[in-house]
């Protein structure tokens, strides 16, 4: 039998880490670390301003402000039966800093307002009623409304009046901006992404999903043009949205889903990029970018029944979900 | 039962073939609808599911029930007796090709097939993995696995590209954007490639046999055959656009794997080509009937010392069928061909007076000479390689030869003959050949000499040598210089037939 030195042992060992830490082996594991109670009886959207350390959160009671560090509530704005909340980013250079204003959907409006002092600074009515998403178009400066009642709504993000309007067959999931004008929806009961078009106000098509069913959650990488589409099944599909083409199916978790991706979500040396995924089975999956034709599930991490939508804080690395604890919404911080 | 006497014959077959041309070429590959492909029955046959291992089987199944295809599974092992009453068996790569062997080879079904290592045992290919067959794994052939997500129409002109709407030879796309599992096949001379890869020609992704065409070994195809580059699970990764990218004509035109597949089946369950018989005087009357009122140019070298009497008998001949004949000496410009509706370059031309004469010109040309397929762009550059000549002193290695072997018995150019060798000059001599590219139809090969392909044509819109598009129809046939009056019957049929395709119209 052969006997390995003390030496030998640790070269070994040095060795073995060196391998796994190039290879990510070392990847973290994702858990919760605390929790932020929150106001009223549900929870919706949610946005984090990285740099201010602010963390605003849109439910039944109105837009909520907290601290991102500590979960003290830092201020609110009245917003009846609030669904959604975006920060528009401010960049100085390539560098971001802190945003200034914010826009929140609720009962069939829009409202922008200023995350100073939580004063609404323009509300506009959006063509039909129900449950309504945000995203930002960084190429035209404007926030896109989607209702799920069917219209999607152009809003300047400098004035926050709509410059346009129509309606249109949109759906129930989650939404995001893309580039030359498209703001993808996912349909959950048409089983479909629809690609809405904000200059012309029409469908471009839609994407069709393989073999997932419902999809909810959306996320989209917008240099790499990848879709990542979350559908309740179970099933992660990611869409190359130049060609409408499905090129990967992974396995995530149940239930309705939110996603948001993230460049370098643990820092320099580990994931490249990941779209993180938050569903009603308290799971929470990060779908690795390995290249940018690539991707694999990173890891799988069971937090709590009940996650709602999900952000990500580009300066600690955390995750905030919002959630449901003994009957109380909260946001649940996720780190590793 | 009646009879009819030789010459009646004759015309009755000429008036029914006048009568059958327009249908029979409509038949080279979709002429079902979708109301008539509802129903077809197709048996699938699949190996055991593995759970550890997920395959595409169901998905395609489904896929094609989806289209109204009656869809039955069987086994690998099954008695090949199940597939009376089916119009088309699929062979899928998870059925284990060490069982089925060579049980669906025979059958009078047509046969669609991705199991690339029972490609040999169909008799599609030769027997020699990775020289005449190959699987690639992304895993295994990582680096190399990348060049074969790029395919290839070599002829856009092909029935199952056409239905694609490919407006000329170009790259597509084929799997994603990741290396997939994949096959390719080197496939007899009479196989169309409808794909190629890895900018080989003679690689082929998805390749046909028509009925009747010569495969390995001299198997005559007894139905249609597809070999496809689809592994177990990889027809999810065909690909397929959706949202605005389809109305881009670009991308409609690259993003086509699905519709490649679709289009692949079609094929395979459309009537299959069905050649006439053989008959030189019928064919004879309906050249004629072609020829009449057609300008031909006859491109010849007046008074050379050799092969004078046989061009002038070749003239004669073509003037006899009807055709207005007009003679060009080789050194006159090329400008002789404008008004005429055909050319026909005699073998007494020298290839480097005659330079690249006619090379572009839009109506169709038969060339007779072998060593000039360069210089029409019918092959490559390389002597001896790319074209070549049997029988010529100190020219050539390979000894005189009289026989010819017809591979493509389907084709209208075979003159209805049988596949296998026939007899084309009266005694051996020189032999004339050619490689011509993979969108070229090979009608007979050289005895002995699988590369050495002596009677082929090109449809107007394939891509020729060096991605030059026929402006018109393409066809060689050897007659070198004195051969004409020492043609054969068969011979002279073959002449006949390759005029007649020459002039008709091309496939639109």
């Known amino acids: 039998m052969h006997r390995v030195t003390g030496g030998k042992a640790l070269w070994i060992c040095t060795a073995v880490f060196a391998w796994l830490s190039a290879h990510g082996a070392c990847a973290q594991t994702y858990k919760s670390l605390s929790e932020y109670k929150l106001p009223g009886a549900s929870a919706r959207g949610i946005a984090v301003d990285s740099e201010s350390r602010r963390l605003f959160v849109a439910g039944d009671d109105g837009i909520t402000m907290l601290n991102a560090d500590t979960g003290d509530k830092l201020g609110s704005l009245p917003l009846k039966d609030a669904q959604d909340v975006l920060l528009i980013p401010v960049m100085n250079g390539d560098d971001k800093v802190a945003s200034t204003k914010g826009f929140a959907t609720g009962n069939g409006t829009v409202i922008a307002f200023t995350l100073a002092d939580m004063k609404t600074t323009a509300t506009e ?3 039909t009623t129900g449950a309504s998403s945000l995203c930002y178009d960084d190429d035209t400066k404007t926030v896109e409304a989607v209702s799920a009642g069917g219209s999607l709504a152009s809003i300047e993000s400098e004035s926050g009046k709509v410059i346009k309007s129509t309606r249109i067959a949109t759906g129930s999931g989650q939404i995001a901006c893309g580039t030359l004008g498209h703001v993808y929806v996912a349909d959950t009961s048409a089983n479909v992404i629809h690609v809405l078009n904000h200059d012309t106000g029409k469908n471009d098509g839609d994407y069709p999903i393989m073999t997932g069913v419902k999809p909810s959650g959306l996320a989209l990488d ?4 990848r879709l990542f589409v979350a559908c309740e099944n179970g099933v992660i599909e990611i869409i190359d949205t130049d ?17 948001t991706f993230a460049w370098t979500p643990q820092a320099k040396g580990q994931w490249k990029a990941a779209s993180f995924v938050a569903q009603q089975d308290g799971t929470l999956t990060g779908v690795r970018m390995n290249a940018f034709i690539n991707y694999t599930v990173g890891g799988q991490y069971k937090l709590q ?9 580009a300066k600690t690395h955390h995750l905030f979900i919002t959630a449901t604890h003994a009957g109380t919404p909260v946001v649940v911080v996720a780190g590793y | 039962m009646f009879t009819v006497r030789n010459s009646e014959r004759a015309s009755i077959f000429a008036a029914l073939c006048l009568c059958v041309l327009p249908s029979v070429q409509a038949q080279d590959g979709h002429d079902l609808k979708d109301s008539q492909l509802r129903g077809k029955k197709i048996l699938m046959i699949v190996g055991e599911a593995d759970k550890d291992h997920p395959n595409d089987d169901l998905p395609i199944k489904k896929h094609l029930e989806q289209q109204g295809y009656v869809v039955t599974t069987g086994a690998e092992d099954d008695e090949i007796s199940k597939v009376a009453g089916q119009d088309l068996v699929l062979l899928s790569s998870t059925a284990d090709p060490r069982v089925i062997r060579d049980k669906y080879a025979d059958s009078a079904v047509p046969v669609f097939t991705w199991n690339t290592v029972d490609y040999p045992e169909m008799k599609m290919t030769g027997p020699e993995r990775h020289t ?7 895993v295994q052939d990582y680096a190399r696995a990348f060049t074969m997500l790029y395919g290839y129409f070599p002829n856009v002109t092909n029935p199952i590209v056409r239905e694609l709407k490919i407006p000329r030879s170009q790259m597509f796309g084929t799997l994603y954007l990741q290396p997939q599992a994949f096959g390719w096949a080197k496939p007899a001379p009479s196989a169309n490639i409808v794909v190629n890869i890895e900018g080989e020609p003679t690689h082929a992704a998805v390749f046909t046999y028509e009925k009747g065409a010569t495969m390995y070994g001299g198997f005559v195809a007894p139905a249609r ?9 990889t027809f999810h990764y065909l690909t397929d656009l959706h949202g605005d990218a389809e109305s881009d004509p670009n991308l409609a035109q690259w993003w086509v794997g699905l519709k490649l597949f679709d289009s692949s089946i079609r094929w395979a369950l459309s009537a299959p080509l069905v050649p006439g018989p053989y008959d030189p005087a019928a064919l004879k009357s309906k050249l004629a009937a ?15 010392p050799e092969g004078e009497e046989s061009d002038d008998h070749i003239a004669e001949h073509l003037k006899d069928l009807g055709f207005t004949v007009t003679e060009a ?3 006159q410009p090329d400008s002789m061909a404008n008004g005429q509706d055909v050319i026909v370059i005699s073998a007494t031309n020298s290839k480097y007076k005659m330079s690249n004469k006619y090379r572009d010109a839009k109506i169709p040309i038969l060339c007779l000479e072998g060593l000039m397929a360069d210089t029409l762009k019918m092959a490559d550059r390389h002597r001896y390689i790319d074209y070549g000549e049997h029988g010529e002193a100190r020219e050539s290695e390979d000894p005189p030869e009289a026989y010819l072997e017809i591979v493509g018995s389907y084709h209208p150019m075979a003159a209805g003959l049988k596949p296998g060798y026939v007899k084309y000059i009266k005694e051996a001599d020189v032999l004339k050949w050619a490689m011509p590219l993979p969108s070229a139809t090979i009608i007979a090969t050289l005895p002995n000499s699988f590369h050495e392909r002596a009677i082929f044509g090109y449809e107007k819109g394939a891509a020729m040598a060096d991605e030059y598009v026929a402006p018109a129809r393409r066809a060689m046939l050897p007659v070198d210089n004195p051969a004409f009056d020492d043609l054969t019957e068969q011979g002279h049929a073959l002449f006949d037939a390759a005029v007649l395709w020459t002039i008709s119209e091309p496939t639109k």
Request: net charge positive.
């Open chain 1, 125 to 127: 009515k959006l063509p």
């Open chain 1, 222 to 225: 917008t240099k790499g043009r």
């Open chain 1, 243 to 259: 060609s409408g083409f499905t090129f990967i199916e992974l396995k995530g978790g149940e239930g309705p889903a939110h996603e």
């Open chain 1, 305 to 313: 029944p009940g996650l709602g939508s999900i952000a990500y804080d």
């Open chain 2, 132 to 138: 005449d067959f190959e699987t690639l794994d992304p």
């Open chain 2, 225 to 233: 055959r597809v070999g496809f580059y689809l592994q177990d699970a």
């Open chain 2, 290 to 304: 072609a020829a009449k009122g057609k300008r031909l140019l006859l491109v010849r070298r007046l008074n050379t």
């Open chain 2, 329 to 331: 000496d080789q050194s």
